[in-house]
């Protein structure tokens, strides 16, 4: 599957934002997709995780409230709508797709490979 993100940009602090992640080349159905972001000079973190068919959701602590991932299979895309940004969501934002869905929140601690990634998207909120 190839994934391409989209959607970023420059935001105010406590403005909004939704990325999108467009699928093709395999069924997007058939995999469990996820976003992550990377600073800069910081290390890539998991931000949420989302399974085939959008029924079980999984998001890291620290974003529970004000991030929300949701998918559309007919479409083909993965979306991750952020509200209340902050300067430190500042970021490039990455979208990955794994078959298994336990890969997409577990691939940053155990550096298992996932099946695909796309191409980043920046965000920037300014304060």
């Known amino acids: 599957v190839q994934l391409q993100a989209s959607g970023g940009g420059l935001v105010q602090a406590g403005g909004s934002l939704r990325l999108s992640c467009t699928a093709s080349g395999r069924t997007f159905s058939n995999y469990a997709i996820g976003w992550f972001r990377q600073a800069p000079g910081k290390e890539r973190e998991f931000v949420a995780a989302i399974n085939w068919n959008g029924g079980a959701t999984y998001y890291a602590d620290s974003l529970k409230g004000r991030f929300t991932i949701s998918r559309d299979n007919t479409e083909n895309t993965l979306y991750l709508q952020m509200n209340s940004l902050k300067p430190e969501d500042t970021a490039v934002y990455f979208c990955?797709?794994?078959?298994?869905?336990?890969?997409?929140?577990?691939?940053?601690?155990?550096?298992?490979?996932?099946?695909?990634w796309g191409q980043g998207t920046q965000v920037t909120v300014s304060s």
């Open positions: 990955a797709a794994d078959t298994e869905y336990y890969k997409i929140y577990t691939t940053i601690a155990t550096t298992e490979p996932l099946d695909a």
